[in-house]
T-cell receptor, first 115, second 112 residues
Framework: EAGVAQSPRYKIIEKRQSVAFWCNPISGHATLYWYQQILGQGPKLLIQFQNNGVVDDSQLPKDRFSAERLKGVDSTLKIQPAKLEDSAVYLC?????????????FGPGTRLLVL | GENVEQHPSTLSVQEGDSAVIKCTYSDSASNYFPWYKQELGKRPQLIIDIRSNVGEKKDQRIAVTLNKTAKHFSLHITETQPEDSAVYFCAAPRGSARQLTFGSGTQLTVLP
């Protein structure tokens, strides 16, 4: 089974610029998550999708971050404008439920550096 | 919401010794506790998980224990090997919801 794909793997931008990240989940996974992982910390949930609908975006800084999953498969996360503190790894995960147990599978992440 | 605390933040052990990482959670409705291993520059990978209806689960050299009354769960790695060196994260869902709250991570170093 192919894993979660993300691109780009690395991105360097200057503050106040815009950036977009792309995620392709594992085929058939209805649930997709975006996490922000700052160096030395655990992943922090930004947004959860179920098919093409948002389940939880309570921790998404909506003044600058946006995300969509229009067709219920691929998803994009955008930051506009970026701040220095947005430097982090952005992880996408998708999940399946088997035997009543959900397992999240992570992509390789996009490492963002804001200068 | 869920609050997950993880200790220690760093742990060094000699090869062959055991390592124990502990986490506490706040939401008594949480029912599923996964552990992820993240090697440097790589994605977090699920290594073991436990549901709230059992107290212990083992998979070869890895075991997880759960104390629902005290709201804490622990990862035990026996006969550690250098390839066990990584950052380990515990996580807990927000009650019956599926969003995971992660601990702050433990950097495990296994010294040869």
């Amino acid at each position: 089974e192919a894993g979660v794909a993300q691109s780009p793997r690395y991105k360097i931008i200057e503050k106040r610029q815009s950036v977009a990240f792309w995620c392709n989940p594992i085929s058939g996974h209805a649930t997709l998550y975006w996490y922000q992982q700052i160096l030395g910390q655990g992943p922090k949930l930004l947004i959860q999708f179920q098919n093409n609908g948002v389940v939880d975006d309570s921790q998404l800084p909506k003044d600058r971050f946006s995300a969509e999953r229009l067709k219920g498969v691929d998803s994009t996360l955008k930051i506009q404008p970026a701040k220095l503190e947005d430097s982090a790894v952005y992880l996408c995960a998708s999940s399946s439920v088997q035997g009543g147990r959900e397992t999240q599978y992570f992509g390789p992440g996009t490492r963002l550096l804001v200068l | 919401g869920e609050n997950v605390e993880q200790h220690p933040s760093t742990l060094s052990v000699q090869e062959g010794d055991s390592a124990v990482i502990k986490c506490t959670y706040s939401d008594s409705a949480s029912n599923y506790f996964p552990w992820y291993k993240q090697e440097l520059g790589k994605r977090p990978q699920l290594i073991i998980d436990i549901r709230s209806n059992v107290g212990e689960k083992k998979d070869q050299r890895i075991a997880v224990t759960l104390n629902k009354t005290a709201k804490h769960f622990s990862l035990h790695i026996t006969e550690t090997q250098p390839e066990d060196s990584a950052v380990y994260f515990c996580a807990a869902p927000r009650g019956s919801a599926r969003q995971l709250t992660f601990g702050s991570g433990t950097q495990l170093t296994v010294l040869p």
